[in-house]
């Protein structure tokens, strides 16, 4: 195992930056980037964003000096690299074609919520959590596209995030109320709109609640996927609570993968039951032992 570091190129901020990555394991990379004191914040999904003046540091303290190409490469061999598609910070302009092909005439309300998915300190509930719930939406309809109350639920599930369970989703749906009345929704939406993010606190629809057993599949189709996305919604979710001890977190953690277990059924449409659930009680049963 070993930690590399390519010239510092990259520029923003007023400076320009290098990145410090592993040939191995993120474990290893965050215990690297603790000892030598960069701080948490730097780190997006597969590398840390270090500034020019810590180069040489972190030379010293052990990362191995190379190419900006030869360090991609080690991490594409490491299997740890996160295609850009699926990073927060790239996912702006996509995600906000997608709001106004959802609520035309409403971008400046697009973009607040995108300023909101984009907050510093959010590694799961990210923009890329968004893209994909609202990409399982398309999975779980097409043909058809989802309903605009469904979409428009998912754009404000997480759109207020403390990591507080409960509490986050219910001012999310308050917020929602507050801006689609606003927007000058009608009433009886912008209501469906706020108990379908209600019920993402929970995932335990009604039976015939089709449009809620819809967002809750999609939220929670993450949980279906394949080894190494897996290790990475544990990691992001991990970094969400960096402000819990971690004894306090693999309690609630565990709290939390039981009553996924418990819920019957996991998934409702059958659809969603033929992409997820197999992988998704699969991983759960694992991360549980």
């Known amino acids: 195992m070993a930690i590399y570091v390519d010239p510092p190129l990259w520029p923003a901020h007023g400076t320009v930056f290098s990145h410090l990555v592993s040939d191995k394991s993120l474990?290893?990379?965050?215990?690297?980037?603790?000892?030598?004191?960069?701080?948490?914040?730097?780190?997006?999904?597969?590398?840390?964003?270090?500034?020019?003046?810590?180069?040489?540091?972190?030379?010293?303290?052990?990362?191995?000096?190379?190419?900006?190409?030869?360090?991609?490469?080690?991490?594409?061999?490491?299997?740890?690299?996160?295609?850009?598609?699926?990073?927060?910070?790239?996912?702006?302009?996509?995600?906000?074609?997608?709001?106004?092909?959802?609520y035309p005439g409403h971008e400046e309300l697009g973009l607040e919520l995108l300023e909101r998915w984009g907050e510093d300190g959010r590694k799961y509930h990210s923009r890329t959590h968004l893209l994909a719930v609202l990409e399982a939406l398309d999975i779980l309809t097409e043909p058809a596209l989802p309903a605009r109350s469904v979409a428009l639920a998912a754009w404000f599930h997480d759109a207020v995030y403390e990591g507080v369970a409960g509490q986050d989703e219910e001012e999310s749906a308050v917020l929602a109320e507050d801006r689609l009345t606003a927007a000058g929704l009608a009433p009886a939406d912008v209501a469906e709109v706020a108990r379908l993010v209600r019920l993402t606190s929970t995932h335990r629809p009604e039976p015939g609640d089709h449009a809620g057993a819809l967002l809750c599949d999609a939220d929670l189709s993450v949980l279906g996927g394949d080894e190494q996305s897996y290790a990475r919604y544990l990691a992001a979710v991990r970094e969400d609570y960096a402000h819990v001890g971690d004894a306090d977190f693999a309690k609630g953690r565990a709290a939390v993968v039981r009553q996924l277990l418990d819920l019957d059924p996991l998934f409702h449409s059958e659809r969603a039951k033929g992409l997820w659930l197999d992988a998704a009680r699969r991983n759960l049963a694992a991360e549980l032992a």
Do not use: C, M
């Open 27 to 102: 474990d290893e990379l965050h215990a690297f980037a603790a000892s030598a004191g960069v701080p948490e914040r730097a780190f997006d999904g597969d590398h840390y964003d270090v500034p020019e003046r810590r180069y040489d540091d972190l030379v010293q303290a052990g990362a191995i000096p190379v190419e900006a190409r030869i360090l991609v490469r080690k991490l594409i061999a490491s299997g740890l690299r996160i295609p850009a598609r699926e990073r927060s910070k790239a996912l702006t302009v996509p995600l906000l074609e997608r709001w106004n092909t959802t």
